[in-house]
């Protein structure tokens, strides 16, 4: 962490001059040169790569938004290099710091993975349920307010992160609740630690971050359930949390979908609307919960429960839920996979869903819907030929209609995927232009990024801790 203090401290000067220097923003060769010595000075020359191939790895994520433009104007410093610029890679902070186990909370280094949390928790008893399931880390979670499977249970990074330390663009170090406070709720202030959750990289870089853990449930069990339509699966998922039933997961996967993952995974559910379920408690509380949810899926014509007890039968479950993403791209070859996600307020979720899986038949789109349908969120996991522009318009098209739909349901353009570069008009029309003033006075105030204006190609730097 000093090292990256130093490092922002170093290029922080950079960047006025840069700006200063060159009114036009075209890239000076010079003063990028003074930047990597200035890097390799913190960190040594293993520590600082300028190799192509480094370059293109850091320089492209799952999407398909293309990541190399024109030139530089000033030097953003990224975690993911949107525009190019300094890349930060982080995964070698991988320290479990502090662990209170009496009090369910313990602080990590950006580079720790949930996985890698509950593998260090394994013998306390406790663990961190929030789990996108995609190897993500866990300050990348909450610089993009990561939620997953469980968080109809147990919430998202938003209520689970308790404090964070940042480092802004000027080197200083933020902690946003106080330097090593972690009460489980305060109403000191405003919510600093809940402006940097979500932020996506734009006002600092976070280095620790304190989250909450729980207490590994006495049992856990799973269970899929096929449906004679998408109206019945999501009637059963409003019913079964109006009756109070504290489900850990329930998951939705429309028939398209349900299809890619058992081609990908080898495996034969129904190709029908589905729902994977689990309920985590004691083994009496699991009895009360079990015959509620099958009671209610029986009266909405579900089929009977096919059972996941055991560890490994569980983790093959959601191993295929999570491979979603890779079942739907599995379906095109070489295509590219585009996921969007909307949320509502749950008693609108069958309408939006029927109306889009009618809207993706229409216009002939291959989008696999599924959906963490307890919390009123789904994605489309779209996938396209890049190089046909007439199937990128389409889908262009449908991803707005399919937000504005969204917001005409009270509910809001992503539930976790975030704003990213393709969703900032729509950002607009969600929150309105105040909102968006205010949101730009902290970005002002805070960034070293200027992200969504600077351009670069050539001088990438991946930037190794
Ligand atoms: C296959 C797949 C499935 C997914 N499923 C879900 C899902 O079910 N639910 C869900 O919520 N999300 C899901 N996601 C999205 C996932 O949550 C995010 O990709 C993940 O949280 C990002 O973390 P990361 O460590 O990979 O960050 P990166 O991809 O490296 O970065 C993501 C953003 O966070 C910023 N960032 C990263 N680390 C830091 C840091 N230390 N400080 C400041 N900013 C930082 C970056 O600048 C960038 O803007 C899925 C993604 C994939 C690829």
């Known amino acids: 962490m000093t090292l990256l203090r130093q490092a922002l401290r170093f290029s922080s000067p950079l960047l006025p001059f840069i700006c ?19 890097f390799r000075s913190v960190s040594g020359d293993e520590g600082v790569s300028v ?42 902070m ?35 349920p929030v789990d996108p399931g995609a190897d993500a880390s866990l300050c990348g979670m909450a610089a993009t307010s990561a939620s997953g499977t469980n968080a109809v249970r147990y919430g998202t990074m938003r209520g689970n992160v308790l404090n964070l330390e940042v480092v802004l663009a000027d080197g200083t170090v933020l902690h946003t609740a106080g330097k090593g406070r972690r009460p489980r709720k305060t109403s000191a202030g405003y919510n600093l630690t809940n402006l940097f959750v979500g932020s996506e990289g734009t006002l600092g870089i976070i280095t620790k971050a ?50 890619a993952c058992n081609r990908f995974n080898n495996l034969s559910y129904a190709v029908t609307p589905t729902l ?48 979603a993403w890779y079942a739907a791209l599995a379906l095109r070859p070489g295509c590219k996979a585009y996921s969007t996600d909307v949320c509502v307020p749950i008693s609108r979720l069958p309408q939006i869903i029927v109306e889009t899986k009618e809207d993706l038949i229409r216009n002939n789109i291959t989008g696999p819907i599924a959906g963490h349908v307890g919390d009123g969120n789904f994605h489309c996991l779209i996938v396209l030929d890049p190089n046909d522009p007439d199937e990128v318009q389409r889908v262009h ?45 902290h970005y002002r105030r805070y960034s070293a990024l200027d992200f969504l204006t600077t351009r670069c190609q050539e001088n990438k730097v991946c930037f190794k801790f």
Not at 86 to 91: E, F, M, Q, S
Not at 221 to 244: E, K, M, R
Not at 278 to 299: A, C, L, R
């Open 210 to 259: 304190t989250l909450r853990l729980f207490g590994i449930p006495e049992s856990m069990v799973s269970a899929v359930c096929s449906f004679p339509s998408v109206q019945s699966a999501v009637d059963s998922t409003v019913q079964i949390l109006q009756a109070g039933v504290p489900i850990a997961r329930i998951e939705f996967l429309d028939d398209v979908m349900i299809n």
């Open 276 to 323: 994977f379920l689990e309920f985590h408690g004691s083994s009496k509380s699991m009895e009360e919960q079990v015959s509620i949810t099958e009671e209610i899926t029986w009266d909405n014509g579900g089929s009977d429960f096919a059972w996941s007890e055991d560890e490994e039968t569980r983790g093959r479950l959601w191993k295929a839920r999570h491979d």
């Open 51 to 92: 190799g192509s191939a480094v370059r293109e790895q850091h320089g492209r994520d799952e999407s398909v938004h293309s990541l190399y433009t024109h030139f530089h104007m000033r030097l953003p410093i990224a975690c993911f290099p949107l525009l190019g610029g300094v890349c930060l890679n982080l995964r070698k």
């Open 94 to 128: 991988d320290q479990v710091l502090d662990l209170h186990q009496e009090d369910f909370d313990v602080t990590v280094e950006p580079g720790v993975t949930p996985k890698g949390l509950n593998s260090y928790l394994r013998d306390t008893g406790l663990w961190f």
């Open 20 to 38: 200063r220097r060159c009114r036009t923003y075209s890239t000076q060769a010079g003063a990028v040169k003074r930047v990597i010595s200035a």
């Open 397 to 441: 098209s449908f991803t707005e209609r399919l937000a504005r739909r969204a917001l005409a349901m009270d509910g809001t353009c992503t539930g976790e995927h975030g704003i990213g570069l393709g969703k900032r008009a729509l950002l607009r029309e969600e929150v309105g232009l105040l909102a968006i003033e205010v949101m730009q006075e």
